[in-house]
């Protein structure tokens, strides 16, 4: 297959079966190099149209407290009191920074989770 970037759906529909042909091909071989270029090739291809956007940092919180049965008291440490809590949970107030670093360094959420 001649290697170039993948511009459509049908470049991309290709490279996958021949991905997929290739599969298991031994490192440092012709056939492993072209594998991990035409991985890269759609990789890239879909980073730049099927991006995924960025999570909402309150449903983060709220996945996090239905995950771990956390009511809003449990938050209380980490954003304030419970009309701060509420008023955060509804999208009143914003995360502050220091709120953002407690979340993190308590309930081990990540960063790149709570900054949108």
């Known amino acids: 297959m001649k290697l170039k970037p993948i511009k459509n759906e049908r470049e991309l529909n290709r490279a996958l079966k021949r991905i997929d042909d290739l599969w298991g091909a031994k490192p440092g071989t012709p ?32 996945f996090l407290m239905e995950q771990n049965s956390l009511s809003r008291k449990d938050l209380e440490p980490y954003i304030g009191a419970s009309g701060r809590v509420s008023e955060v949970l509804s999208r009143k107030r914003n995360l502050t920074l220091v709120m953002i670093k407690k979340l993190h360094k308590g309930l081990n959420i990540p960063y790149d989770c709570l900054i949108h």
Do not use: F, H, R, T
């Not at 090739?41 to 879909?46: A, I, R, S, T």
């Open 31 to 62: 056939k492993g190099d072209e594998l991990d270029v035409l991985m890269l090739l759609v990789e890239k291809y879909e980073d730049e149209n099927y991006a995924i956007p960025a999570s909402d940092p309150i449903e983060a919180i709220k």
